[in-house]
């Protein structure tokens, strides 16, 4: 069975949606392993601070099936589609890793893992050893060479996923 990680964000009432929405992909998907969360400024836009994490799980669903469910995840919690890319969100849900598997068409591995901080980071903290399917490199050394300076992203002690 593959392993999926997947990112959870949100920057409107994100310690009740991140912590929901980790209780929703338990129901769907346990057992998850759970990165910490962190805290990030919005990037390409003005707004309230996001909370972020990385969840991972294995399950012999076919990627079109888990992109589903975590649609239906996403619109309980009042996701808003069709706005701008950069804007606030109750929630996202976004599969970054699906095993080995490496399908640019369907935007996997997602290209945000080493573009933000606040994907790589905590998919480093509960994959570190594990290489990016598409470079070879693990994640721990990626976010080694990360320019973390350039994004602001602090963990938070209490408040989301692991409570």
Not at 15 to 44: I, M, T
Not at 134 to 162: H, I, S, V
Request: a negative charge; hydrophobic letters at 35%; glycine letters at 8%.
């Amino acid at each position: 069975m593959p392993k999926v990680y997947v990112s959870i964000g949100s920057n409107i009432d994100p310690a009740d949606n991140v912590r929901s929405a980790v209780a929703a992909l338990r129901r769907k998907f346990d057992p998850l392993e759970l990165s910490s969360v962190y805290a990030s400024e919005p990037v390409g836009f003005d707004g309230a601070h996001f909370y972020n994490l990385v969840a991972a799980f294995e399950t012999d669903l076919p990627l079109e099936d888990i992109n589903r469910r975590l649609r239906e995840i996403e619109d309980a919690h009042g996701r808003v589609r069709g706005g701008d890319k950069f804007d606030s969100r109750t929630l996202d849900l976004d599969v970054l890793l699906y095993g080995s598997l490496v399908d640019r068409e369907r935007g996997i591995p997602r290209h945000e893992i080493d573009q933000y901080a606040f994907v790589l980071k905590p998919l480093a903290e509960i994959a570190g050893d594990e290489t990016h399917p598409g470079t070879g490199c693990t994640f721990k050394c990626m976010w080694e060479r990360f320019p973390a300076a350039a994004q602001r992203l602090w963990r938070l002690e209490t408040g989301g996923g692991n409570d």
